[in-house]
């Protein structure tokens, strides 16, 4: 039977929603399935990380040096506990793309990137091609799997279950060549993007970074998140960490609403998983509109004034 563990990503304060996603890839491999919490004072997480279905135990590993979401830090102590498992998971997010690989890394195996879906215990489906194709990864066995979950082909878990929380002492020491020097966050009190049920995303027909604007207000009446699509990003009108896409995040909202953007296939591979991919756009060629359930033609400086007063 596998035994699998996931590192449990979190803000200092609550769960990444990531990791009710990634017990659910996990229960599709099948098999004992236990959280590790890396922190400082992290037993609020880590009953989070118990309270969810089907995790047996969560490994609360606290230290001064692990506060912060170095994974040069936190790739250690995953090392220490991986011994007892047959496959290490873990988000397929901004910091999990930089700790996971460290993971594989010093555990000499390859990582299995951004499993979609699992066909066994041992072999994951995969996107490749900017999400045109699926190609099935097979794990030679005997060897740990290390793998990241693309959280947007998978639904989170309940909070329904009741793991026991083990804490246990830091294995390594603090990096001598890296350090945390802060974290600063955009997008106020709008959702994260990763995680936001609704997602209002302008293109670069925005024009301006006061035109820009009318994307957050749209977006504060709906309470939703905030995108961009990269010709937005790269032209300044707001920061990278809203880019959606590729080479960007990669989101499953309910619904996704696209003003101005083209419908480039790099921007499609970020949100083609959402519910539902509502589209404006003055090109009635624009590529969006193929992948779009609705789609209007219209000029959005006009469209979306009209939908905020219909919002009352």
């Known amino acids: 039977m596998s035994r699998i563990l996931i590192i449990g990503e979190h803000d200092g304060q609550n769960l990444n929603l990531a990791i009710a996603k990634c017990v659910r890839c996990a229960q599709a491999i099948g098999g004992d399935i236990d959280i590790a919490i890396f922190g400082n004072a992290v037993d609020a997480i880590a009953a ?3 309270s969810l279905d089907s995790v047996s135990k969560v490994i609360a590993v606290s230290a001064d040096h692990l506060a912060a979401p170095l994974a040069v830090n936190w790739a250690p102590e995953a090392v220490a506990l991986a011994a007892d498992y047959s496959h290490v998971l873990g988000p397929s997010t901004t910091l999990g793309r930089d700790l996971m690989p460290r993971v594989a890394a010093l555990l000499g195996v390859n990582q299995v990137s951004d499993i979609m879906e699992v066909t066994d215990s041992s072999t994951f489906k995969r996107p490749i091609y900017a ?3 699926i190609v099935d990864v097979q794990c030679a066995e005997g060897r740990t799997i290390v793998g990241t979950v693309r959280a947007a082909s998978w639904q989170a878990v309940d909070a329904s279950g009741s793991g026991s929380v083990e804490s246990r002492a830091a294995a390594g020491s603090p990096a001598s060549h890296s350090r945390y020097v802060g ?8 959702p994260d993007l990763q995680s936001a049920a609704k997602v209002v995303s ?4 925005l024009g301006s970074v006061e035109n820009f604007e009318l994307i957050y207000q749209l977006a504060d009446r709906l309470g939703a998140g905030v995108g961009a699509s990269r010709a937005a990003v790269d032209a300044g009108y707001c920061p990278n960490d809203m880019q959606v896409g590729q080479t960007g995040k990669i989101i499953a909202p309910d619904l996704y609403m ?7 296939i790099q921007h499609i591979t970020g949100i083609k998983d959402a519910g539902t991919i509502v589209a404006v756009n003055k090109d009635s060629e624009a590529p969006i509109f193929e992948v779009s359930d609705i789609g209007l033609v219209g000029d959005l400086f006009k469209v979306i004034p009209e939908l ?4 009352g």
Do not use: Y
């Open 308 to 311: 905020e007063s219909l919002l």
């Open 202 to 205: 302008g293109g670069r027909a």
């Open 48 to 50: 989070e990380a118990a």
């Open 183 to 190: 974290l600063e966050a955009g997008g106020g009190e709008r």
């Open 131 to 133: 999400g045109n194709a």
């Open 258 to 264: 696209a003003f101005g953007i083209s419908g480039a």
